[in-house]
């Protein structure tokens, strides 16, 4: 009997194990994801993503299919079609509203946004919250810009003085890339210098009704006069690229993701420091800047364990690890207090350099996507006036651009057109500027037939040609997410399916 008993105890412990192994095993859940990242960060995101399957505590798996979208395109995407688009993406802050709009934002749970609150830039934590809700992650608190310099042409001494550099940069016959004429983002420095500002108000829907903006103004004429001083020089470059330190650069205003290349070209002659002042009528104004961060959303999931799982694989990627190895393997910027804290974080020169420029930064909100081309246009009105009053009209020009979208009709606002590398004059594409610019400042109507798009006459595009499809001369929502890029030679029209978001070619008969 005994030996009977000891049998039927040791059966019983071996079924238990069984038991709860099964258990484990149905605990435990493998998920098959799509992430959009970066191209520079798909790597690093992939070996992320399978340490946290090796260490999560709570037995999850992830197959990820990690797709190169940038940061810049991951809204478009996601709003065209949320269902099809990626479980988890990085995204740039001024694409929030626009995805909390759409549903395409999982909301955190009032746990998680304090513990994210907590531990996070308060700038960040603010991007990623709409009303009293959070709805995506910090991962960068960097999206700024400041001044690298070549340390062998421009004395440390003049680096506060835009003038002193100016005629530095003339005395060498060597360029200032800073993008004036190519780039609204960068000339609102300038304003920003005078204090003049650009504020967009929403409607519960999203809509924009309203904009405080001060450009056309004493502040904004200020700043146009400062601005003209560089525009006018022989070596002013629109021009945001580090590479420009190769091709005859001294100076070159841009952020840390051009840190690499600036160090890779300048070596130890690299300088890095915050934007100059100017001076106009015996007063100076320190250059200002926009300033922004990334952040990381996952879309909203009907199983609510798949939710779940998405959410702490979301912390593990902006909790401080992660951020600290994207700092060191890209020099991305941390959001996070703690590795803000980091001594090399603390000591790497473009961090350095962008929060010395952060007391003169705004931070941007929710622009109104056609502010960008007309604000641009701003920088060749300047240059191209000779007096102070061709400056107030560049200023009146920009004013009465921007009192015009609020005066659109409805059909003006959901109307699809085409901008790209257009010649207005000739009336068609090209990809040969005699100036070097491609300036996609020309709009091309499109004819609507139910659900599709269609230009009004075919064009002649030679291959290369690039362009996008844009609702209402804005770019909250313009396809492809990346340029169409014309792969031969021909004569087409430019159709856009709305519903599918499909840009294609017909040719011309």
């Known amino acids: ?166 005629a530095d940069c003339e005395a060498a016959q060597k360029y200032f890339a800073f993008e004036m004429q190519t780039s609204a983002w960068y000339l609102a420095s300038f304003f920003f210098a005078t204090g003049c500002k650009s504020i967009w108000t929403t409607d519960n829907a999203g809509n924009f009704i309203e904009v405080y903006d001060t450009f056309n103004s004493p502040e904004g004429l200020i700043a146009a006069k400062g601005m003209k001083k560089l525009v006018d020089s022989p070596y002013h470059l629109s021009s945001s690229k580090g590479t420009e330190f190769a091709s005859g650069a001294a100076i070159v205003v841009t952020g840390t993701w051009d840190f690499d290349n600036v160090a890779g070209i300048l070596g130890d002659n690299m300088g890095v420091t915050d934007l100059p002042s100017f001076e106009v009528d015996g007063k100076e104004y320190h250059l200002g800047s926009f300033s922004g961060c990334k952040l990381l959303g996952v879309k909203p999931q009907v199983d609510r364990d798949k939710a779940d799982a998405l959410h702490a694989l979301a912390q593990y990627l902006t909790g401080e690890d992660c951020q600290l190895e994207r700092f060191d393997e890209r020099h991305w910027g941390p959001s996070n207090l703690a590795d803000q ?75 699809w057109s085409v901008i790209g590398m257009y010649n207005e004059a000739d009336g068609f594409f090209f990809t040969d500027y005699s100036d070097g610019k491609e300036t996609w400042t020309a709009d091309l109507a499109m004819i609507q037939d139910g659900d599709v798009w269609k230009t009004e006459q075919a064009y002649a595009m030679p291959a290369g040609t690039e362009f996008k499809v844009r609702q209402g001369k804005s770019w909250d929502n313009a396809f492809p997410a990346d340029n169409f890029k014309v792969e031969a030679d021909g004569t087409y029209f430019i159709q856009f399916t709305e519903s599918t978001g499909t840009v294609e070619l017909v040719p011309a008969e």
Not at 121 to 140: E, H, K, Q, R
Not at 392 to 402: E, F, G, H, V
């Open 341 to 415: 804290q980091d001594e090399e974080v603390k000591s790497n020169p473009g961090l350095v350099a962008l929060w010395a420029q952060a007391p003169y930064a705004q931070v941007q909100g929710q622009i109104h996507g056609s502010w960008w081309d007309i604000a641009k246009v701003i920088g060749d009105d300047v240059k191209d006036a000779t007096d102070e009053a061709g400056l107030q009209a560049a200023l009146d020009n920009y004013y009465d651009k921007i009192a015009g979208l609020f005066t659109m009709s409805d059909a003006e606002k959901f109307a």
């Open 1 to 166: 009997m005994k030996k009977f008993l000891a049998m039927l105890l040791a059966m019983i412990m071996v079924l238990s194990v069984c038991l709860v192994s099964a258990s484990a095993e149905g605990d435990a859940k493998t998920y098959d994801i799509t992430v959009w990242c970066p191209q520079e960060a798909v790597e690093l995101t992939q070996a992320q993503i399978d340490d946290f399957n090796t260490d999560n505590e709570f037995g999850i798996t992830f197959n990820a299919t990690i797709e190169p979208v940038s940061e810049a395109d991951a809204a478009t995407s996601m709003t065209t079609d949320v269902e099809t688009g990626a479980d988890i993406f990085f995204f740039a802050q001024d694409q929030f509203a626009r995805l909390v709009q759409a549903g395409a934002l999982s909301k955190l749970t009032a746990e998680d946004a304090a513990k994210v609150a907590a531990e996070n830039d308060v700038s960040a934590v603010a991007a990623a919250t709409s009303g009293d809700a959070m709805y995506a992650y910090p991962l960068t608190a960097d999206n700024g810009y400041f001044m690298y310099y070549d340390k062998s042409v421009i004395p440390e001494e003049d680096v506060d003085s835009l003038e002193k550099l100016i």
